[in-house]
């Protein structure tokens, strides 16, 4: 099974590629989430690995507790000294709504820091209640629009949420892809994957409650009592509602290679045939991790010496051309069996001139190239892998000599120049009929005047 998987997920790399785009689905491969996407957090940060569904919105359930995070780390700069106390109505918001709680109690002071820890970890409706009352100055609306206004922010241009803690509404969804830039955001904040990753977290006494509190991660990638644990993987959410189904993003990390993963509407059922049901969030995850890991390789795909072009020069003494290169050295996730031979550079159509006017700067951006793999076979199809821009690999000085009479030679086939030559041609052949004239009248006058004389005389 985890070989076909590879093959039918190599197959699903073929037809999407792995730049920052996404690669269209391959029905044939055995995943049964609706949605899922893995995404490169190394270099080329947000290049797609793999992706299913991802711009298709849905219900996120517990996932919208990473944009909650977000928006608490972004306005609370003292996590630690920053105190909260539990409000009743907080908790109250929640009867009823058969919701996770990291079982705070009303009156309760707790820093946000620990109310971060129990909204993360234990995945608390109520943690996150009281950090968006909190933040958002006494109302949890303001706080949902303070969500709402960072996605928009990221670019999430598929998400709206009415809520801090993920419970499903009408008006409530995002996507894999938006998803994937909160959580990229929220990463950007140190203290976001240490509090995610942790497994368990002990909750001091405090005023209300006199005893330490234990809280245990929702996410069993994590737990290594459990048959999900993946040991590369760190964070970061879990969730599940009626409308999300089993949802998780993890983090995983091996060999100088960092990914995120995303699963949404995965089902809860038996997997692995021992008639007991099994969170398909947290075993797909871990699958494309694997895959990735097994068959994904940082290789060379173009340098700055070996030309992809020529184009003319005009205007030079010294050359009537110029070579083309790529702008930068560039390595690319690609899979494993990718011959780097085979990779080649094709200039962008309609972005490289036929030629250019001397002078010519060394590293001038002149045009764009597609990243090409050609497989071996008559008949095999190219694979487009990205482009690079591509710039002048010497520098070419110009003349001024050369300029004017190129510019002259230009004019010369102008539309002004013919008409300014018409007008000249006029011009002169008026003068010339003019002289003519002028000379017959002249040469007539002298005759009269000849006559004239004579008959005087």
């Not at 971060?116 to 608390?124: D, E, I, K, Q, T």
């Not at 011959?339 to 764009?368: C, F, H, R, Y």
């Amino acid at each position: 099974m985890k070989k076909f998987l590879i093959f039918l997920a190599t197959l699903l790399l073929l037809v999407g590629t792995v730049f920052p785009a996404a690669a269209s689905y391959n029905s044939e491969i055995e995943l049964k989430a609706d949605i899922a996407l893995l995404i490169s957090l190394n270099n080329e940060k947000g290049t797609v690995i793999f992706d299913k569904n991802a711009d298709r919105k849905a219900a996120p359930a517990s996932l919208t507790k990473i944009a909650t995070a977000a928006v608490a780390l972004k306005n609370c700069s003292d996590l630690e000294n920053t105190m909260v106390t539990v409000k009743q109505e907080s908790i109250d918001s929640l009867v009823g709504t058969d919701s996770s709680l990291a079982n705070i109690q009303p009156g309760e002071q707790l820093s946000m820091l620990e109310l971060l820890y129990c909204m993360m970890v234990a995945s608390g409706n109520d943690a996150a209640v009281v950090i968006a009352d909190y933040i958002g100055g006494g109302n949890v609306s303001t706080f949902v629009e303070m969500m709402n206004s960072l996605a928009a922010e990221l670019g999430c241009t598929s998400t709206h949420f009415s809520n801090p803690h993920g419970l499903d509404a009408d008006d409530h969804y995002t996507t894999a892809n938006d998803l994937a830039k909160i959580t990229q955001y929220a990463l950007s904040f140190p203290v976001f994957e240490k509090i995610c990753s942790t497994t368990e977290y002990t909750l001091r006494a405090t005023n209300v409650v006199s005893e330490e509190r234990t809280l245990l991660t929702t996410n069993l990638i994590l737990n290594d009592q459990t048959g999900y644990y993946y040991e590369y993987a760190s964070g970061i959410k879990t969730g599940h509602t009626d409308n999300a189904g089993r949802c998780v993003i993890s983090k995983a990390s091996k060999d100088g290679y960092e990914y995120l993963g995303i699963i949404m509407h995965a089902p809860f059922e038996d997997y692995t045939g021992d008639t007991l049901r099994d969170n398909g969030a947290f075993l797909e995850c871990v699958d494309m991790f694997e895959w990735a890991f097994e068959n994904i390789r940082y290789k060379a795909v173009c340098d700055t010496v070996q030309p992809v072009t020529t184009i003319n020069v005009e205007h030079s003494w010294s050359t009537d051309h110029v070579r083309l290169v790529s702008k930068e050295s560039k390595k690319l996730l690609v899979p494993d069996w990718m011959d780097s031979s085979n990779i080649t550079l094709e200039p962008v159509e309609g972005t490289v001139p036929e030629s250019m006017e001397a002078p010519i700067e060394k590293g001038q951006v002149i045009g764009k190239a597609k990243i090409v793999y050609t497989p071996d076979g008559e008949n095999a199809e190219k694979i487009e892998l990205g482009e690079v821009e591509l710039v002048a690999a010497e520098e070419v000085k110009g003349s001024v000599i050369l300029f004017i009479f190129g510019k002259i030679a230009d004019f010369t086939h102008t539309t002004t120049f013919k008409v300014l030559v018409v007008m000249v041609l006029l011009i002169v052949a008026f003068f010339i009929i003019a002289t003519v004239i002028s000379n017959h009248r002249k040469k007539r006058d002298r005759i009269r005047v000849v006559k004239d004389y004579r008959r005087i005389k």
